[in-house]
T-cell receptor, first 112, second 113 residues
Framework: GESVGLHLPTLSVQEGDNSIINCAYS??????FIWYKQESGKGPQFIID?????DKRQGQRVTVLLNKTVKHLSLQIAATQPGDSAVYFC???????????FGRGTSLIVHP | ETGVTQSPTHLIKTRGQQVTLRCSSQ?????VSWYQQALGQGPQFIFQ???????GRGNFPPRFSGLQFPNYSSELNVNALELDDSALYLC????????????FGPGTRLTVT
């Protein structure tokens, strides 16, 4: 069936580096995408979203890029900090659904 | 503004038993969704309640059931527990049933032995 997945399960970076977390999706009907951050012992926390009529959206230190041609989503974190260490999930709300379908997640480890 | 709260934090049950998990939605939100998150996986949608009625269900068996109360708090009930039910159970509240916004609670860690 349709699914959302991530290329890399773990990403290790140095403090101050830029981080890029990638996500592939297969549901061509998906029209809304979200990135969540989940810290240990906590529920997922919304970071940034993007609709399918956009290819880039920027927030504070974060940028989401959407490439609909290859069904690829990425999250860029600028000047990564130790507090950014967490598991990051991309999620899609395909075909008008308001329920997000989550991928497996990428663990980001930031070394001071 | 009070965020989403869940109770208990941790729970250990034996296979075959029944469990009830509780969730209080964020102030002003009338929609609650429940998710199951196995270790190392993303959350999987169980069901959603909107104004005390089930408003969508994922691929979970009928032994997973729920309730929503007039104050919009919610319960998740799981009967005949199986070992594979061990997971983090997350509750998320939304302002309405047709909103992309989901605010997650910290979850309840259920261990079935």
């Amino acid at each position: 069936g349709e699914s959302v997945g991530l290329h890399l399960p773990t990403l290790s970076v140095q403090e101050g580096d830029n981080s890029i977390i990638n996500c592939a999706y297969s549901n061509s009907a998906s029209d809304y995408f979200i990135w969540y951050k989940q810290e240990s012992g906590k529920g997922p926390q919304f970071i940034i979203d993007i609709r399918s009529n956009m290819d880039k959206r920027q927030g504070q230190r974060v940028t989401v890029l959407l490439n609909k041609t290859v069904k690829h989503l990425s999250l860029q974190i600028a000047a990564t900090q130790p507090g950014d260490s967490a598991v990051y999930f991309c999620a899609e709300n395909g075909g008008g659904s308001y329920i997000p379908t989550f991928g497996r997640g990428t663990s980001l480890i930031v070394h001071p | 503004e009070t965020g989403v709260t869940q109770s208990p934090t941790h729970l250990i049950k034996t296979r075959g038993q029944q469990v009830t998990l509780r969730c209080s939605s964020q102030s002003g939100h009338n929609t609650v969704s429940w998710y199951q998150q196995a270790l190392g996986q993303g959350p999987q949608f169980i069901f959603q309640y909107y104004r005390e009625e089930e408003n969508g269900r994922g691929n979970f068996p009928p032994r997973f059931s729920g309730l929503q109360f007039p104050n919009y708090s919610s319960e998740l009930n799981v009967n005949a527990l199986e070992l594979d039910d061990s997971a983090l159970y997350l509750c998320a509240s939304s302002p309405t049933g047709n909103s992309y916004e989901q605010y997650f609670g910290p979850g309840t860690r259920l261990t079935v032995t």
